[in-house]
């Protein structure tokens, strides 16, 4: 069975620095997506990365980037220029081809000014 | 990404009674999941509805519990039934897009007293 590993329960990063969040799966398939989601206080799940499991490009979305390392199956985030805004609850999360979501345990990122 | 709303945004019951989830989305979509997401921890999906047929559940989640609703493509209902603290929780709803992405609803705090 697919499972996803989060081993960093709580961060912190200082307002303007980086942080990177750390996410590693287990899975026999060869073609799956990977996605990275942001829990606020306000408990709405947002979308804040996509990763196709076939593309060897890191995707990247403004100030949000992704170390995507199918062979060690290691999905990493990082967060650049780090806003307080920022401060969640991140979600590390897998899925196959026509199966379900799988979610990681999550880690909780604080930011100080 | 399709817009999607949750009523109601949070409840307070006592047990043994039920409360009924409503999840609107603003385009059709063919499938919508249910998860559900104990105090500090991770997603755990509960069932899957497809409109026009029966929903699919988990395991550990039974329908007698858990009744779900898919009348046309742009709603669905969860309801927790016979309610207990234990089932103090968030409620979200999800959609899929583009066959691999989901994109949640705001979600339900339910409190059972």
């Known amino acids: 069975a697919q499972t996803v590993t989060q081993s960093q329960p709580e961060m912190s990063v200082q307002e303007a620095e980086t942080v990177t969040l750390s996410c590693t799966y287990d899975?026999?398939?060869?073609?799956?997506?990977l996605f990275w989601y942001k829990q606020p206080p306000s408990r709405q799940m947002i979308l804040v990365i996509r990763?196709?499991?076939?593309?060897?490009q890191n995707a990247t979305e403004n100030r949000f980037s992704v170390n995507f390392q199918k062979a060690a199956k290691s999905f990493s985030l990082k967060i650049s220029d780090s806003q307080l805004g920022d401060a969640a609850m991140y979600f590390c999360?897998?899925?196959?081809?026509?199966?379900?979501?799988?979610f990681g345990t999550g880690t909780r990122l604080q930011v100080f000014p | 990404s399709a817009v999607i709303s949750q009523k109601p945004s949070r409840d307070i019951c006592q047990r043994g009674t039920s409360l009924t989830i409503q999840c609107q989305v603003d385009?059709?979509?063919?499938?919508m999941f249910w998860y559900r997401q104990q105090p500090g921890q991770s997603l755990t999906l509960i069932a899957t509805?497809?409109?026009?047929?029966?929903?699919?559940?988990e395991s550990g989640f039974v329908i007698d519990k858990f009744p779900i609703s898919r009348p046309n493509l742009t709603f669905s209902t969860l309801t927790v039934s016979n309610m207990s603290p234990e089932d103090s929780s968030i409620y979200l709803c999800?959609?899929?897009?583009?066959?691999?992405?989901?994109?949640f609803g705001p979600g339900t705090r339910l409190t059972v007293l």
């Open positions: 899975t026999s398939e060869s073609d799956y997506y």
């Open positions: 990763q196709e499991a076939y593309k060897q």
């Open positions: 509805a497809n409109q026009g047929s029966e929903a699919t559940y």
């Open positions: 385009s059709q979509v063919t499938m």
């Open positions: 999800s959609v899929d897009e583009g066959g691999d992405t989901q994109y």
């Open positions: 999360a897998y899925r196959s081809v026509r199966d379900k979501l799988i």
